[in-house]
């Protein structure tokens, strides 16, 4: 009788360990499932970056705003009669005496 419940046990055993530490067992499963997570967490960065950079590409194939803008911020460009204003660090010298201090007009040409 001892025999056949060891045999039994172990035969349990033997069908068990598939379903735990198999291939596709439980444990593999746990861990692809938090593997999945992370993936689908990078993927919505990624589509939400992708998204932005879409509505540059939009913005700068359609209007000029967007083209103007990274002309100014970029380059420092001012358009015909307009004046560029610059405040700069108090420790910083101002080169004319009417300026205060800080301060720096440019003028477009």
């Known amino acids: ?48 970056r992708n998204a932005k950079l879409a509505g540059d590409v939009a913005d700068l194939k359609d209007g000029t705003r967007a083209i103007e803008e990274r002309a100014r911020v970029e380059h420092g460009m001012i358009k015909d009669g307009e004046f560029f204003i610059q405040i700069l660090p108090s420790n910083a010298t101002s080169p004319s005496q009417d300026i205060p201090d800080g301060v720096k007009v440019t003028k477009a040409k």
Do not use: C, D, T
Not at 5 to 31: A, C, D, N, R
């Open 1 to 48: 009788m001892r025999i056949i419940v060891y045999s039994m046990l172990v035969l349990l055993l033997v069908i068990q360990y598939p379903l735990w530490l198999g291939k596709g067992g439980w444990l593999k499963v746990y861990e692809m499932e938090k593997q999945l997570a992370l993936q689908q967490a990078k993927n919505s960065a990624l589509a939400l």
